[in-house]
């Protein structure tokens, strides 16, 4: 538990990265209901209220995408920053398992942003009942159903960005997995040809948790079926980049 | 004597080039202990092979008594290490960047954190980020880093490396100081003159093999004797003594000379020559090698052999 938390000093000391991470995650979801609010207020008749269930479906979706960009980079930054600024090596001369060194990171990286995506839903909840007016409320069901959606996006991401991380630069990770998640993966799924096979993409299992509107984009899978997946992808990035931490000259 | 680091035939091939090659080492305890060679000689190679940063291709490894890499975590939890220069998270501050190692090391580390920075001079400058350090201050954080695990052996690579003379003077009084605790300290070094003054052993090293190794006195006496001589004329000197197959060479140093004499030459010899050349000898003074004339002895001695 020392080691994630020194990683997780590493990650909150970097001003950047928290300003960003915080304008993706909680930044998001305030500013999208600012404007909702701002809008029902000059216009009602055009504009509905700023909460209820439907907007709660349009922040949680919200959340997942930018959220989704905020735990790659600090993924990204947590797998690689002992190793570009050279401090890696002054942890393995400590006689601790690298592979423990390795742990730590990913266990680091959640640390500091579950409670962003927590406080980001945590506002978008609020909004959702605050601002309802005359629309229905989200059931308990509707919020887990958006939690699990953006746990699966974010969380799963945030692994494959540690693991990436332990071969390439944080740059070329970031660039990698926003271009898998928003332009690659998409194309795939969007090939009927490849069939069934398209399921073993993490992006359309992670899209199985969507919120309603979304849903038709999707490759239709079993709930297990999408765990599994998403699982599958969380061992292989862990697995890899555990290896190659072990392998490298520190 | 005990001794806490000993390989056998210890070898790192990159390819084709062997960066240390079947070196046998022993460092005795309680000592500081000089790894001397040129740049490129496999100082860090060495270092890094000893701390685990990368495999051996083949040879027999023993840290603090230890089996390497078999006992390893176990061994390094008694070593404190600088490899190549200190390196630092930047937005940290010094106290922070402590924390992070004391992290991955025993509980008790953390707690040596403010005596750590004390010791090394840097108790005002804890809470400052260590972008803000100069490269003396980080060389200090790096030795306090490596304090905070208590160690019976210290590794430094390079330690004089960027100081200026004051932080040289302050790195080798913190040695010996380490020294006096009953620590071992092991750097490399290519400064001959620092690894003399600071060191009480010393293996030279060469295009990665160790050439020899014991104790500086010891190794500085194995160079040739020298001779300093202060004349009216160093040039009829040098003629006068040119004919002399005995002295083996001879330089300028400031207004006389320095001979190199081989062996079964007299002093008193040299001196009759001189007087019979007709040349007024108001100095001789028989010199101990330094630790630098004999490494580049050895080494001259070697390229010699090729």
């Known amino acids: 538990?020392?080691?994630?938390?020194?990683?997780?000093?590493?990650?909150?000391?970097?001003?950047?990265?928290?300003?960003?991470?915080?304008?993706?995650?909680?930044?998001?979801?305030?500013?999208?209901?600012?404007?909702?609010?701002?809008?029902?207020?000059?216009?009602?008749?055009?504009?509905?209220?700023?909460?209820?269930?439907?907007?709660?479906?349009?922040?949680?979706?919200?959340?997942?995408?930018?959220?989704?960009?905020?735990?790659?980079?600090?993924g990204a930054t947590a797998g690689t920053q002992d190793v570009?600024?050279?401090?890696?090596?002054?942890?393995?001369?400590?006689?601790?398992?690298?592979?423990?060194?390795?742990?730590?990171?990913?266990?680091?990286?959640?640390?500091?942003?579950?409670p962003l995506l927590a406080l980001g839903f945590a506002v978008?909840?609020?909004?959702?009942?605050?601002?309802?007016?005359?629309?229905?409320?989200?059931?308990?069901?509707?919020?887990?159903?958006?939690?699990?959606?953006?746990?699966?996006?974010?969380?799963?991401?945030?692994?494959?960005?540690?693991?990436?991380?332990?071969?390439?630069?944080?740059?070329?990770?970031?660039?990698?997995?926003?271009?898998?998640?928003?332009?690659?993966?998409?194309?795939?799924?969007?090939?009927?040809?490849?069939?069934?096979?398209?399921?073993?993409?993490?992006?359309?299992?992670?899209?199985?948790?969507?919120?309603?509107?979304?849903?038709?984009?999707?490759?239709?899978?079993?709930?297990a079926a999408a765990l599994l997946v998403l699982a599958g992808w969380t061992v292989v990035f862990l697995q890899a980049g555990r290896f190659w931490t072990n392998r490298m000259d520190a | 004597?005990?001794?806490?680091?000993?390989?056998?035939?210890?070898?790192?091939?990159?390819?084709?080039?062997?960066?240390?090659?079947?070196?046998?080492?022993t460092v005795p305890a309680g000592v500081a202990f000089g790894f001397l060679g040129p740049n490129g000689a496999g100082k860090t190679t060495l270092i890094r092979t000893l701390l685990g940063l990368t495999r051996a291709t083949s040879g027999e490894i023993s840290l603090l008594g230890l089996p390497q890499p078999a006992k390893r975590a176990e061994a390094l939890a008694r070593v404190g290490a600088i490899v190549e220069e200190p390196k630092f998270h930047p937005h940290l501050t010094g106290r922070e960047n402590l924390k992070i190692v004391a992290a991955a090391r025993d509980r008790a580390a953390e707690s040596r954190i403010p005596d750590a920075l004390e010791r090394v001079?840097?108790?005002?400058?804890?809470?400052?980020?260590?972008?803000?350090?100069?490269?003396?201050?980080?060389?200090r954080l790096g030795i306090a880093r490596c304090l905070i695990a208590d160690p019976a052996l210290l590794i430094l690579d390079e330690p004089m490396n960027g100081l200026d003379p004051a932080g040289i003077l302050e790195m080798r009084h913190l040695i010996r100081a380490f020294v006096a605790e009953g620590r071992t300290v092991f750097l490399s070094s290519h400064l001959l003159d620092e690894?003399?003054?600071?060191?009480?052993?010393?293996?030279?090293?060469?295009?990665?093999r160790i050439i020899v190794q014991g104790g500086v006195e010891e190794i500085a006496a194995r160079g040739d004797p020298t001779l300093l001589v202060e004349v009216d004329n160093a040039e009829a000197a040098r003629r006068a003594l040119a004919s002399d197959s005995r002295v083996e060479k001879i330089e300028e140093e400031g207004s006389g000379l320095r001979l190199t004499l081989g062996d079964g030459l007299p002093i008193a010899e040299v001196n009759r020559t001189l007087v019979q050349a007709g040349v007024a000898v108001s100095r001789l003074e028989p010199a101990r090698a330094t630790l630098e004339e004999t490494f580049l002895a050895i080494t001259s001695r070697l390229e010699g052999n090729e």
């Not at chain 1, 999208?32 to 700023?50: D, M, R, S």
């Not at chain 1, 398209?198 to 899978?221: C, N, Q, W, Y």
């Not at chain 2, 690894?195 to 010393?202: A, G, K, L, M, N």
């Open chain 1, 84 to 114: 570009s600024n050279g401090v890696f090596r002054d942890l393995v001369v400590t006689g601790r398992k690298r592979a423990a060194l390795f742990n730590a990171r990913v266990l680091g990286a959640l640390l500091v942003f579950l």
């Open chain 2, 1 to 25: 004597m005990e001794t806490v680091i000993e390989t056998t035939a210890l070898t790192k091939r990159f390819g084709d080039r062997a960066a240390i090659d079947g070196v046998d080492l």
């Open chain 1, 1 to 74: 538990m020392r080691l994630v938390r020194a990683e997780a000093l590493k990650l909150v000391r970097r001003r950047g990265l928290m300003v960003w991470s915080f304008l993706l995650t909680v930044g998001a979801v305030l500013i999208a209901e600012i404007v909702l609010v701002t809008l029902h207020a000059v216009n009602p008749a055009k504009h509905g209220p700023a909460g209820g269930a439907s907007n709660l479906e349009h922040f949680a979706f919200l959340l997942a995408g930018l959220g989704n960009v905020a735990a790659i980079i600090i």
């Open chain 2, 121 to 139: 001079g840097l108790g005002q400058r804890a809470n400052d980020r260590v972008k803000t350090y100069s490269l003396g201050m980080r060389q």
């Open chain 2, 195 to 208: 690894v003399e003054r600071t060191c009480d052993h010393v293996a030279i090293v060469d295009r990665g």
């Open chain 1, 124 to 223: 978008a909840v609020g909004g959702s009942f605050l601002f309802a007016g005359n629309l229905p409320h989200p059931t308990a069901a509707d919020i887990a159903k958006y939690i699990e959606y953006a746990v699966a996006i974010c969380g799963v991401d945030i692994v494959l960005a540690v693991g990436l991380a332990a071969f390439a630069s944080s740059r070329v990770v970031v660039g990698v997995l926003i271009a898998w998640n928003a332009i690659v993966s998409h194309l795939l799924i969007a090939i009927g040809s490849l069939g069934g096979s398209r399921k073993l993409i993490d992006v359309a299992a992670a899209e199985h948790f969507a919120p309603r509107h979304a849903v038709g984009s999707t490759i239709a899978m079993s709930t």
